[in-house]
């Protein structure tokens, strides 16, 4: 059996802080994907979502301290730092950044900005490299012709399609999309979310789709791993998480979200998540946590299998006839 | 604590225009090209009754924010009439409208920008006290401030009095802006997206206190919110603006479930559902909403249509029932109102009557 | 009314004394070139507020010889008048320290009052304001001050006023793109949409906000007044009846020191001074540093995260 394309063991990210403290942003995260899979990863804002895809880029700043491993087709891109990652980073694995408006050099053509990765990695050049442009420039659904236009001729959803068109510039295989959508409105959300399907399974690319908004996950992907307090706390397929969900947190987190045609009271989870700049004990989500029982308080449950691909990190799984 | 509701209308907004001029630049302004107008609200008519919750919801640009800002005297009107407890609004100067701006409190979006980040809890509180003098001796005021930590559910209000935002969470944030906003006793509340900007997981506790606030008699709210389902589970009626006009209005169960407008259709059918089960195909409409500047001729939603006739492009259509004698459900389109009420489009577009 | 939103680990925090904006210590206490502007400058203002009770010899009386060596005794040596130098030099701290303060006081003083005017209300206040600042901001300090101070007469009071009117334009500057933003802020549109007036916005909203950056540069212009004031006293135009660091090096270098080769009765006034100077920018520097977060930005290095070995799950499991 061949390697997965993703596979990240126990990923951990530590920032320094002022007086010699630090924050475990990231603190054991682990999940693999196939090729041509589409993984939501879910969370509130300083659950580490993003800081982990950060650290699978190799995009994190100096005061980062990272641990584990990043298996990019069976080979550990991390375990080298910056100077392994950077010969993977764009080619392999590129980013579409949250607010991607500002992704964007005002002085600069769209199209020469496209350009600039293929020319910098070596898969095209000149002439070559601008008729590329132009062919992704269509396939984002822009049209060529609007390459040789600066950004702030682009409306806010052009530049979003312009920064994809950027992010597959060198023909990737694995595209990490941070919150693509969050300061656009839902008809052009789904112009966005349309798009990245479309390419996904036009391209066969294999889409991590990054956000705080569990309806678009549920439209958009197959799986997801819901994070909490720097953990992956549920992973498995979406239509289980929704219908079947085995940790309270991803329950409460659906509870909490209103649907259009959605009966139920929607109800807020109390308290706060727990801060990450001092050991947890425990259960992270116990304070908050509706089930929470006396083992909660003082050991900490790891991730364990409950279903088929399906993986949840709750002590409720081992009492039979409980479920979360 | 006692309603206040009477069954007259709170708020009672007529044909409203806002327009902002465009600038010119200096070439324009040396050829003195005509000076051009953005008609970010153009004729806008809608009434929240106490204890009724008016959801606005729309893309942005669609004017619900400038209608909003229009209510609370925040932008000057072109025209149009504004009636706060049977008073026409417009028409006052600053000092009058003061003691009226004391009874219509806005909730901001971003409660990370909207509290003062170097006043205690209970300093933020008290200041709308201090400013409209009211409440005469200390013991009066923090009597106030409490009350209102208590309506906001800040409790206990001790241990949130003394507090600085930035060790409160965004939810708690929001909940002492609305505490604020509750200190002077309003009568409307007028909340712009006031979730936005939190997580999820607070989200509801927020809407379900704005709710409880108006479902006691206390206020009337009206909540501007591009979240179609927020509005659909927390408001009675929900009227949908597209490019400075309100397409379709009417009861919040109505609008989401049996949608007239081809507009306000294409709008819910793009929002993610939870269920992952439930995969419909988005009606996703090509482009972008126009720019206010140049409004399309005829009913302003044509070009973008997916049903739109060739009468769309001359006729102008205005809310009417979508059904005969139906007063609590009405749409802008030629479509829906059948024979109803249209007019033509005439050389201006000021809306109204 | 019942449920109760009190987060885990908040409940029994105290409040903190603090608000978020009381950087000043914080600045202080991370920053080591902040501690040691800090520690310059707080020294300093201690010997000029002790010095009458430090000084070891009075600043009047002869002690001995003229240009007498350091000895242990007197450690910085004598002057022309046989004086005592570590007493001159503490007074000097004195008189200088002072007109460096107060200086900048009224620089601080004029300049963010015109900064929060124009920045404030923008329009036609702000082009006035903006253009007489640009006026102040073209005279060439020197030159000017030197008239004014022969003209007016030699005086500490002249001395402070010159300095203080020529020193207020980049404050007004600085102070004037802050309030610009601050009044863009959504809380004091919050404030002005509830009906606070102008007063009240700009006194409890927006130079509370200021103030840090203010303070930051209050103790840089302490530094350019000190230096200023020196300039102008060696230039023969300070109070001739008090002793500033810049008289002593006037005096020194009128009765030949240099020639004789009396290098401490000139260089400890100079070396002083530029301990002073140092301290000050040292610490209005990283305040200001601290106050602006494009300079903090981490990405722009060329540096990048680090790998660290997983020494087991054993720790974080417990």
């Given at each position: 059996m061949s390697s997965p394309l993703l596979e990240v063991r126990d990923l951990h990210v530590w920032f320094d802080l002022p007086r010699h403290r630090e924050l475990h942003a990231v603190q054991g995260v682990s999940f693999e994907l196939e090729a041509g899979d589409r993984l939501g990863l879910v969370g509130e804002s300083g659950c580490g979502k993003t800081t982990a895809i950060l650290a699978v880029m190799g995009l994190l700043p100096p005061s980062a301290s990272v641990a584990g491993s990043v298996l990019l087709d069976g080979e550990n891109v991390l375990v080298g730092g910056e100077d392994s990652v950077r010969p993977h980073r764009w080619v392999d694995v590129a980013m579409v950044f949250q607010g991607?408006?500002?992704?964007?050099?005002?002085?600069?053509t769209v199209a020469s900005q496209i350009a600039e990765p293929m020319e910098l990695h070596g898969t095209a050049s000149g002439a070559d490299a601008r008729r590329r442009a132009g062919d992704l420039l269509e396939m984002v659904g822009i049209?060529?012709?609007?390459?040789?236009?600066?950004?702030?001729?682009?409306s806010g959803v052009m530049r979003q399609r312009a920064a994809i068109a950027m992010a597959l510039a060198c023909g990737p295989k694995l595209l990490l999309a941070d919150e693509p959508t969050t300061a656009l409105d839902v008809m052009v959300q789904a112009q966005i979310l349309e798009l990245l399907v479309a390419l996904t399974k036009d391209l066969g690319l294999t889409l991590v789709l990054v956000t705080h908004d569990l309806p678009v996950v549920a439209q958009v992907c197959d799986r997801a791993a819901v994070m909490y307090a720097g953990e992956i706390v549920e992973s498995g397929p979406m239509d289980a998480l929704f219908?079947?969900?085995?940790?309270p947190y991803t329950r409460l987190l659906f509870a909490a979200t209103p649907d259009l045609y959605g009966e139920d009271e929607v109800l807020s989870i109390p308290g706060a998540p727990p801060r990450l700049d001092e050991p947890l004990v425990g259960c992270p989500f116990r304070p908050r946590c509706d089930r929470a029982f006396d083992r909660c308080v003082t050991e900490h449950p790891s991730p364990k299998p409950v279903a088929e691909r399906h993986m949840a990190a709750c002590h409720l799984n081992d009492v039979p006839a409980a479920s979360a | 604590m006692s309603g206040r509701d009477d069954g007259s209308a709170l708020l009672e907004v007529q044909g409203l225009v806002v327009t902002y001029p465009v600038r010119r630049g200096i070439v324009g302004a040396l050829r003195r090209r005509p000076r051009r107008y953005v008609h970010a609200v153009d004729g806008v008519s809608l009434t929240v009754r106490t204890g009724e919750m008016l959801a606005l919801v729309g893309e942005s640009g669609c004017g619900k924010t400038t209608t909003a800002q229009a209510i609370l005297g925040m932008v000057p009107t072109v025209s149009g009439e504004i009636m706060f407890r049977g008073e026409d609004v417009t028409a006052l100067g600053p000092r009058a409208m003061r003691p009226i701006r004391r009874k219509m409190q806005l909730v901001y979006q971003d409660p990370y920008e909207s509290l003062d980040p170097r006043f205690r809890v209970r300093a933020t509180v008290a200041e709308p006290l201090r400013i409209h003098r009211v409440g005469g001796s200390k013991d009066d005021r923090d009597r106030r401030v409490v009350d209102a930590l208590q309506r906001a559910e800040m409790q206990p209000p001790e241990l949130y009095a003394d507090r600085y935002p930035h060790e409160l969470s965004g939810g708690q944030r929001q909940r002492v802006a609305i505490a604020a906003s509750l200190v002077l006793d309003p009568e409307l509340l007028v909340a712009d997206e006031?979730?936005?900007?939190?997580d999820v997981s607070v989200r509801a506790g927020v809407l379900s206190l704005i709710d409880g606030l108006r479902r006691r008699g206390d206020v009337g709210v009206l909540m501007i919110t591009h979240d179609l389902s927020t509005a659909a589970h927390f408001a009675d009626r929900i009227a949908v603006m597209y490019l400075g006009r309100i397409v379709e209005e009417g009861p919040a169960r109505e609008i989401v479930r049996d949608p007239r407008h081809p507009y306000t259709k294409a709008l819910l059918s793009v929002?993610?559902?939870?269920?992952?089960?439930?995969?419909t195909t988005p009606q996703i409409l090509s482009g972008e909403t126009p720019n206010p500047v140049d409004v399309p001729s005829g009913c302003r939603f044509h070009p973008r249509c997916p049903v739109a006739e060739d009468r769309c492009r001359s006729i102008d259509p205005r809310l009417a029932p979508v059904e005969p004698g139906r007063g609590d459900h009405s749409a802008a389109c030629v479509l829906v109102s059948g024979e109803g009420e249209v007019r033509m489009m005439a050389g201006d577009s000021s809306g109204g009557t | 009314m019942s449920r109760l939103f009190i987060e885990p680990g908040l409940a029994d925090a105290e409040p903190s004394k603090r608000a978020r904006g009381s950087l000043l210590w914080d600045v202080v206490r991370e920053r080591p070139s902040a501690a040691i502007g800090a520690a310059l400058l707080g020294t300093f203002v201690l010997i000029a507020v002790f010095a009458r009770l430090i000084e070891p010899y009075g600043i009047h009386q002869q002690v001995g010889p003229v240009f007498q060596r350091p000895s242990a005794h007197h450690w910085l040596g004598l002057d022309d008048g046989g004086v005592d130098m570590v007493s001159l030099l503490i007074e000097g701290a004195r008189i200088s320290l002072t007109v460096g303060f107060a200086a900048a006081l009224v620089a601080t003083f004029i300049g963010g009052g015109i900064g929060v005017l124009a920045g404030y209300f923008g329009g036609w206040t702000d082009v006035v304001l903006m253009r007489i600042t640009d006026y102040f901001l073209v005279v060439p300090d020197v030159p000017l001050m030197i008239v004014v101070a022969a003209i007016w007469g030699p005086s500490l009071f002249h001395i402070i006023v010159v300095i203080g009117i020529l020193l207020w334009t980049t404050t007004a500057r600085i102070i004037r793109a802050q309030v610009k933003s601050v009044r863009e802020r959504v809380y004091v549109k919050r404030a002005r949409s509830l009906g606070a007036g102008n007063f009240r916005l700009i006194f409890r909203h927006v130079l509370p906000q200021v103030a840090p950056l203010m303070i930051a540069n209050v103790v840089l212009t302490i530094a350019v007044a000190i230096f200023d004031e020196t300039a102008l006293a060696f230039l023969g135009l300070g109070d001739p009846t008090s002793t500033s660091w810049g008289t002593i090096i006037e005096h020194a270098f009128l009765r030949t020191a240099m020639s004789r080769g009396a290098w401490w009765a000139i260089v400890p006034p100079g070396v002083c001074v530029a301990l002073v100077v140092m301290g000050c920018y040292l610490l209005g520097q990283a305040i200001e540093d601290a106050l602006n977060p494009r300079l903090r930005v981490a990405h722009l290095s060329v540096k990048t995260f680090r790998l660290r070995p997983l020494a087991g799950r054993s720790e974080e499991a417990v």
């Open positions: 991607a408006m500002n992704a964007l050099n005002p002085v600069k049209g060529a012709e609007a390459g040789e236009r600066y950004p702030h001729e682009f219908h079947e969900p085995r940790h | 006031p979730v936005s900007m939190l929002v993610p559902k939870r269920d992952p089960r439930d995969r | -």
